[in-house]
């Protein structure tokens, strides 16, 4: 599966999630933490694999899914370091 097609799946568990304790949104952000790790495995650097997000994330922007694009950035912040203590262990 593309990496797009797999992020797409990962969102849309949380569409119907209403903050961030919901056990749906928590669901969505371990499956992008899934692909993340995944890439990671296969030689992806924290910054490439950022950008694949990034880019993605533009595409939720356009389409106006502001739901999913809330849930993507926040696993994008975990990739950068902004959230202590729940940040994702990927090398650079």
Excluded at 33 to 53: K, T, W
Excluded at 63 to 73: I, K, N, T
Aim: charged share 25%; no cysteine; glycine share 6%.
């Amino acid at each position: 599966m593309v990496i797009e097609s797999r992020l797409e799946a990962a969102l849309n568990v949380a569409v119907n999630g209403q903050n961030r304790t919901d056990a749906k949104y928590q669901a969505a952000l371990a499956a992008l933490r899934e692909i993340a790790m995944d890439l990671s495995q296969q030689g992806y650097g924290r910054q490439a694999i950022y950008d694949r997000f990034l880019a993605f994330d533009f595409q939720l922007q356009e389409q106006g899914r502001r739901v999913e694009q809330d849930l993507l950035e926040d696993a994008m912040d975990r990739l950068t370091g902004w959230y202590v203590g729940r940040n994702w262990p990927i090398p650079k």
